[in-house]
């Protein structure tokens, strides 16, 4: 569905993604992982169209952004906009009718409340409904589970396993592994704008050992907590 060849991205002199090479297959969920400034974001951000690269990416659509949704670690929403009005705003952008909004409000969001009046992970969750409700084939969450309530990351673990069955697309970044080792087909270290490792399902606890190993190390010890 959808396939990255030799994707670079530099921002002034310092290379952000170094020749990143995936393919992205219908009815399947993959996680990136890495440490912060790996290139997660900045490769979500040239997928979506919102960064320039060199390199290439292709899919089985003309345009790919009209076809995608992404949920960005920290949502965007004009000031004086309620949270009604912003699933409205997002649904033009397809040309898509939902005449009840209210009906589908799956997090019990205060809709007519300013969007910018609301916490974190209410933000979050008003901006992935109204994508869900756009009726992308690409959704790209990330970091979803950041800021979420323990009920609200069940209920995305679902709505990701139900994307999957619908035959969507999904790529999903977090801290959280065990989500991604819930939902996710194949996960994908990152490291230095690099894809050093790709790991299937059945290999996912190795993944987890190894990172806490490479991560953690001996790292507590050097605090000599008492």
């Given at each position: 569905?959808?396939?990255?060849?030799?994707l670079?991205?530099?921002?002034?002199?310092?290379?952000?993604?170094?020749?990143?090479?995936l393919?992205?297959e219908?009815?399947?969920?993959?996680g990136?992982?890495?440490?912060?400034?790996?290139?997660?974001?900045t490769?979500?951000?040239c997928?979506?169209?919102?960064?320039?690269?060199?390199?290439?990416?292709?899919?089985?659509?003309?345009?790919?952004?009209?076809?995608?949704?992404?949920l960005?670690?920290?949502?965007?929403?004009?000031?004086?906009?309620?949270?009604?009005e912003?699933?409205?705003?997002?649904?033009?952008?397809?040309n898509?009718s939902?005449?009840?909004?209210?009906?589908?409000?799956?997090?019990?969001l205060?809709?007519?409340?300013?969007?910018?009046?609301?916490?974190?992970?209410?933000?979050?969750k008003?901006?992935?409904?109204a994508?869900?409700?756009q009726?992308?084939?690409?959704?790209?969450?990330?970091e979803?589970?950041?800021?979420?309530?323990?009920?609200?990351n069940?209920?995305?673990?679902?709505?990701?396993?139900k994307?999957?069955?619908?035959?969507?697309?999904?790529?999903?970044?977090?801290?959280?592994?065990?989500?991604l080792?819930?939902?996710c087909d194949e996960i994908?270290?990152?490291?230095?704008?690099?894809?050093i490792?790709?790991v299937e399902?059945?290999?996912?606890n190795k993944?987890?050992?190894?990172?806490?190993a490479?991560?953690?190390?001996?790292?507590i010890?050097?605090?000599?907590?008492?």
């Amino acid at each position: 569905m959808i396939s990255i060849k030799n994707l670079s991205k530099n921002y002034n002199k310092k290379r952000v993604l170094n020749s990143i090479n995936l393919d992205f297959e219908k009815g399947k969920a993959y996680g990136i992982v890495g440490e912060n400034g790996a290139g997660k974001t900045t490769l979500f951000r040239c997928i979506s169209g919102l960064e320039t690269y060199k390199g290439l990416i292709t899919s089985a659509f003309d345009k790919l952004k009209d076809h995608l949704g992404f949920l960005q670690t920290e949502p965007f929403f004009f000031s004086k906009i309620t949270g009604k009005e912003y699933i409205q705003l997002l649904a033009n952008a397809r040309n898509i009718s939902i005449p009840k909004i209210e009906d589908r409000n799956l997090f019990n969001l205060p809709l007519n409340q300013y969007a910018s009046t609301y916490s974190t992970g209410m933000k979050k969750k008003l901006a992935l409904t109204a994508i869900l409700l756009q009726e992308n084939d690409l959704f790209i969450l990330d970091e979803p589970f950041n800021g979420v309530d323990i009920q609200s990351n069940l209920m995305i673990t679902e709505i990701i396993k139900k994307l999957k069955g619908l035959g969507k697309t999904v790529i999903i970044s977090s801290h959280i592994f065990s989500t991604l080792a819930d939902t996710c087909d194949e996960i994908y270290l990152m490291k230095e704008g690099r894809m050093i490792k790709k790991v299937e399902q059945h290999d996912f606890n190795k993944l987890e050992t190894e990172m806490k190993a490479f991560t953690i190390g001996d790292r507590i010890d050097k605090l000599d907590l008492k």
